[in-house]
């Protein structure tokens, strides 16, 4: 099974999740989803998106400065409507994104990457 981590090394949950899957002895593929080589095109979102556990706006940082700046208010918003945000505003990906192959999942708090670090796999909801 490939394990994937959505990433930004600026961010300290972002590391936190990296060193306990390499902790835990995974072999972890790393996506820094801000550099534009490794950014996921719309396909690969909206395939993130539904394979995500929980809502899809979950996927977008709303605490965010940026969130807040562009006025915008999405919560209960549509897969459409998430993607199109995040192809617009890329730096408004959550972090990490933990992706099994089968699963993806949000990984925070640090307790949801913690957990799928010992296990190698998401859990459902």
Known sequence: ???????????STSVH????????GHDVTVRKY??????????????LAAR???DPVDAL????KKYRDLGLALDGA??????????????LLQRPILDDGERVMVGRPRERAAEWARTGRIAEK
């Open 52 to 54: 995500l556990v929980g």
């Open 1 to 11: 099974m490939t394990l994937t981590l959505f990433h930004n090394p600026h961010c």
């Open 78 to 91: 549509d897969v459409d409507t998430v993607v199109a945000t995040l192809m617009a505003h890329p730096s």
């Open 61 to 64: 940082v709303r605490r965010d």
């Open 34 to 47: 801000l550099l534009v080589a490794e950014r996921p095109d719309e396909a690969e979102l909206r395939d």
């Open 17 to 24: 999740a990296y060193d306990a899957l390499v902790e835990a």
